[in-house]
């Protein structure tokens, strides 16, 4: 046995047959262990090991046989020896007999050695078709079919093959000869790549936007291309097939993604021979890249790696793409429009200088399978007449289903919360409860006038910078900027001031030690599963095909716009008042708050003559029949069923609950979450992120409900009584004195829960959640200045009492759609539009877009999302890990953080109190008629319909005009002054206090200065007004003046 040696670069292990042209396989020493373990295993097992050419071992100890020349290899570390296999028809080579096979194997069994069997020398090379000789034949399988030599009589091509590739893997070949054959198989791969850039996978067809949806599967695509180089490659991927970064795939990621980078590298090696090459893979791929990026450099940098094709490609295959118009479909359609916008930068000082907008109106349809539209009975403008008082003040009211589904959804909700409320409680020594919350709140009082060093744990005064313990010093004011805990501080002393960093408006606290680690306190979970939340609620899931339509080039914040939206709309979907012959006679469309009242007062008063003239109203058009003498004429609008976007309605009553109690309570919530400065107080307070706006009240309604709770939950346990929600909410609560608790029950519990209510029926596309929420927190949108929302709450409510049997069941079926699927997660059709927006800025150029970018984007919209998500799943990608959505629901410690700031503030601790002064956590006089809003806000409804329905409605006086609900005592005195009044007040205001004069003389008198006065600006009528009104004051009463005379 020849003595082991190492290679040259000490990793690898080389063992030698003894014939001198027969060497063992180079194995890395990686490779050594693995292959050990393959010992005894035949050759049929060791080919779908992924060893095809490997020998069979012939003895378990490691010994083996050249099957070439049948020489014994004593037993080594490595006991296998590379040979190509032959055929099973092929006979043995001269000199192989059985009798000499029979021996060897004889002798291997009985562990000696085998002599060594000459064999037959090969014989030499024949001359390739390049004409070196020197070389050595090229394999015929790497020859096209007309290049390929005929083996002579005498020639052994397939030996002389494997002389050659036993020369290269030996390392034996001059580099020379090599490179000569490795030109050879170029020249054969070029001619192949040459032939097949004629196919039709490179074609302009093969770059459509319609092939690029449907581009064929890997292996078809990989199964055409050159075999040449589709060898090489699969040599190649078999050699990397253990690589630890493939091996920690899964098996499907894995197959995926190197399947891929063959398709990658058959484009460069196509590119190198066609430069101008573009490849349909490529293509889709930087498609993707400049849809998510939106960057010219990044597609440019891609398009110099592989045959994608430039910046300049692309924008024209946008163009060249879009330039028919998106079809639309024959069915049912519900159309939602909005406003979309890009606003251009300066970057000079010029003359008249003026930033560049450009604005369009988007729009998007979702398909339906019904055929209602096609109903000419069904037609709005058919039953949404002109709805009277009467006809809808019984039921504009919340039903009683209504108010049972709320108190059941709260009941349950009350149910779930009281008993983690119920299992925080402890009894104390004294015989008192208490949890963790107390202790939370006793360490912030205490840290309030002392701080407790992190290193030794002495309580310091706060006016002290450094600690007074025995032996330590530490540094105060590092450690005052965090309320922390000595267990959950890292063993090494501070150094550096803690960082801190803020995701929507929770603190993470990061503490820098001497050796530099990090401990991280809190970690935010994001893209957590809350399905549970609306797990309970009955889903009407309806998974429908959203998809962009031409866009409007205008904004419609205005009469005349509106009106061009809706002729546009009217026009693309092939109304039949547009389309003369189209089957579809109405359509549903979806807006938000403004255009919504907009396009009320243009479907009540756009007239159209028989003729085709157009009017503003009934006036304009009865001119236009007296002078031409025509008598029809209807609503040319009378198609639109319209219908508010439940977004938009979710966004504002957020809105308005936080304009209502952010005083008495949300400011307080705002900055317990870290909106501490003015600033981010106003911003909150605004709620223009509703994401954020959204999780603070969360928080809010979940930790306030634990501490309204909490009394009823520690007086039951006193009381050896199992506390439950039914009791709570039908006794206990309603017997409580305090002003402060009543008014957050009625906020949270009524008004919050409802808008909880409203969002999970939107999500699961219930419509009698949807409908219960909004009949319930109508009260604030009406309590308040909210007149467009007012207007639109009772709009909405009367058309669905008005509404023939199927309209209701067509609205109910689809108060929401869903477009990923999940029976949890939809949305209104003004929220899908927001999507449908935000996703096409990122194919606009940058910049101010022109109306051709916006078509085109628009036109070609979901198929460009259909090629991204094509692509994504070529390549391999898991998309469920990428884009997904935060549900934007609060942790545990956010709502413990309320919790712990409301208990502290003491302001629900005594709800049977009734000595309680009405004041905010802030302590700010509250209005003593907040208490008891619903009275103010059952008046100002009534009102509200009244001027609404009636249209002959018409206050008697002033006063009789509803006040709104005021919030504080220094809000309602500051309505009560004169200077806040409006022009039209004060003068209807200074005619009462005229009529209001006793004396004749002094009433005419007065009513001649009001003529010169009342024309004039608002300072002079106020100071009319006072005057008047200190007359009328000093006037002495009728009864006085009798008992003078």
């Known amino acids: 046995m020849a003595p082991r040696k190492k290679d040259k670069k000490g990793d690898d292990w080389k063992r030698k047959c003894r014939h001198p042209r027969h060497k063992l396989w180079k194995h890395t020493s990686e490779d050594l262990t693995r292959l050990k373990r393959l010992s005894g295993k035949k050759k049929a097992e060791l080919q779908s090991l992924g060893f095809p050419n490997i020998c069979k071992v012939v003895s378990q100890d490691g010994s083996s046989i050249c099957e070439q020349c049948l020489n014994y290899t004593p037993p080594i570390s490595l006991a296998f020896h590379h040979t190509y296999a032959k055929k099973p028809s092929e006979e043995p080579s001269a000199g192989l007999t059985s009798t000499s096979t029979s021996t060897a194997t004889q002798a291997v069994s009985a562990g000696t050695d085998v002599p060594h069997i000459p064999q037959e020398a090969p014989p030499a090379p024949v001359e390739s078709q390049a004409g070196s000789s020197s070389s050595g034949p090229i394999p015929p399988s790497c020859m096209s079919a007309g290049s390929q030599p005929e083996a002579g009589p005498d020639i052994n091509l397939e030996s002389s093959v494997a002389t050659v590739i036993e020369h290269i893997v030996n390392g034996d070949m001059p580099s020379d000869l090599l490179h000569q054959l490795a030109t050879a198989i170029a020249q054969v791969i070029t001619v192949e790549v040459t032939t097949d850039l004629d196919s039709q996978d490179f074609s302009p067809q093969s770059k459509t936007a319609d092939a690029l949806l449907n581009i064929p599967a890997v292996e078809d695509w990989l199964g055409h291309r050159s075999p040449l180089l589709t060898c090489i490659l699969e040599a190649l991927m078999k050699k990397s097939s253990k690589h630890p970064v493939i091996e920690c795939l899964s098996n499907e990621s894995r197959h995926t993604s190197r399947r891929y980078k063959m398709i990658k590298a058959v484009e460069v090696v196509y590119n190198l021979t066609e430069p101008s090459l573009i490849s349909p893979f490529s293509l889709a791929e930087n498609l993707t890249t400049y849809g998510l990026s939106n960057s010219q450099l990044v597609t440019d940098i891609h398009a110099h790696i592989t045959p994608a094709g430039s910046y300049g490609y692309l924008r024209n295959w946008l163009v060249e793409q879009s330039k028919e118009p998106v079809p639309i479909p024959d069915r049912d359609l519900i159309i939602a429009f909005d406003n979309d916008q890009i606003v251009g930068k300066t970057y000079h000082v010029k003359p008249n200088n003026k930033v560049s907008c450009s604005v369009v109106t988007s729009l998007c349809v979702a398909q339906l399978p019904s055929n209602l539209q096609e109903n000419e009975e069904l037609m709005p403008g058919n039953w949404m007449i002109d709805v009277t008082y009467q006809d809808v003040a019984k039921n504009m009211k919340v039903t009683e289903s209504e108010m049972n589904l709320l108190f059941g959804e709260l009941a349950k909700v009350v149910e779930e919360r009281m008993s983690i409320v119920k299992g925080q409680q402890n009894m104390n020594e004294d015989g008192t409860l208490s949890d963790a919350v107390d202790d939370k709140v006793k360490e912030t009082r205490q840290q309030r006038e002392h701080i407790k060093c992190i290193q030794c744990g002495f309580l310091n005064s706060v006016r002290w910078q450094k600690c007074r313990g025995p032996s330590c010093k530490a540094l105060l004011k590092i450690q005052r900027s965090f309320s922390i805990e000595t267990e959950d501080l890292p063993d090494e002393p501070l150094t550096k001031k803690p960082r801190r960093s803020r995701t929507c408006g929770v603190f993470k606290k990061i503490y820098v030690t001497k050796q530099g680690g990090i401990e991280i306190e809190k970690k935010l979970q994001e893209d957590q599963d809350v399905n549970h939340l609306y797990s309970h609620i009955p889903t009407n899931h309806v998974q429908v095909h959203l998809q962009a339509c031409d866009p409007v080039f205008c904004n419609p914040n205005s009469y005349v716009s509106v009106k061009q939206v809706l002729r546009h709309i009217g026009k693309q979907f092939s109304i039949s008042r547009y389309t003369p012959g189209s089957a579809r006679k109405w359509c549903a469309v979806v807006c938000d708050g403004l255009p919504y009242v907009l396009a009320q007062k243009v479907i009540r008063d756009t007239l159209i003559c028989g003729c085709g003239t157009v009017a503003d109203g009934k006036e304009e058009m009865s001119r236009h029949q007296t002078e031409k003498g025509h008598q029809t004429s209807e609503r040319e609008f009378n198609w639109v069923l319209l219908e508010i976007g439940l977004g938009h309605v979710e966004m504002n009553c957020a809105r308005s609950f936080l304009e209502l109690n952010w005083e008495v309570f949300m400011s307080e919530a705002a900055w317990c979450m870290g909106f501490r400065s003015e600033n981010a107080q106003k911003y909150a307070k605004k709620g223009g992120d509703h994401h954020k706006t959204w999780e603070l009240l969360r928080l809010t309604y979940l930790g306030t409900i634990d501490e309204l709770l909490l009394p009823y939950v520690r007086e039951c346990l006193s009381q050896n009584l199992e506390p439950n929600a039914f009791d709570y909410l039908t006794r206990w609560s309603g017997n409580t004195m305090n002003p402060k608790y009543e008014y957050v029950h009625m906020q949270i519990m009524t008004y919050l829960h409802s808008l909880m209510v409203f969002r999970g029926g939107v999500r699961c596309?219930?419509?009698?959640?949807?409908?219960?929420?909004?009949?319930?927190?109508?009260?604030?949108?009406?309590?308040?200045?909210?007149?467009?929302?007012?207007?639109?709450?009772?709009?909405?409510?009367?058309?669905?009492?008005?509404?023939?049997?199927?309209?209701?069941?067509?609205?109910?079926?689809?108060?929401?759609?869903?477009?990923?699927?999940?029976?949890?997660?939809?949305?209104?059709?003004?929220?899908?539009?927001?999507?449908?927006?935000?996703?096409?800025?990122?194919?606009?150029?940058?910049?101010?877009?022109?109306?051709?970018?916006?078509?085109?984007v628009f036109r070609l919209l979901d198929k460009l999302d259909g090629i991204k998500k094509c692509t994504e799943k070529v390549m391999g990608i898991n998309q469920s890990k990428h884009g997904s959505a935060t549900t934007h629901e609060p942790d545990d410690d956010a709502v413990m953080a309320w919790r712990i700031h409301l208990r502290d503030s003491g302001y629900l601790s005594e709800p049977k109190s009734e000595t309680e002064l009405h004041v905010s956590m802030s302590g700010v006089e509250l209005d003593d008629q907040l208490v008891f809003m619903q009275y103010t806000v059952e008046a100002r409804m009534e009102y509200n319909m009244r001027q609404f329905f009636d249209s002959t409605f018409v206050a008697p006086s002033i006063h009789d005009i509803p006040q709104p609900v005021f919030v504080t005592a220094k809000e309602h005195e500051e309505f009560s002054k004169i200077s806040n009044k409006t022009v039209d007040t004060i003068k209807i205001l200074v005619l009462e206090l005229i009529d209001q004069l006793d004396c004749n003389n002094l009433r005419s008198h007065y009513q001649d200065m009001w003529r010169r006065v009342k024309g004039k600006k608002k300072d002079e009528l106020i100071s009319f007004y006072e005057r008047l009104k200190e007359e009328v004051d000093d006037q002495l009463p009728l009864s006085s003046l009798l008992e003078l005379e």
């Open 765 to 856: 596309n219930n419509p009698a959640f949807v409908s219960a929420g909004m009949a319930v927190f109508a009260d604030i949108i009406h309590g308040r200045n909210h007149p467009k929302y007012q207007a639109i709450f009772l709009n909405e409510r009367s058309n669905r009492i008005t509404a023939p049997t199927d309209i209701q069941m067509f609205q109910n079926e689809y108060v929401s759609v869903s477009y990923s699927g999940d029976p949890h997660k939809c949305e209104g059709m003004d929220f899908q539009l927001e999507r449908i927006n935000k996703a096409s800025k990122t194919w606009l150029p940058k910049g101010v877009p022109s109306n051709l970018d916006w078509l085109r």
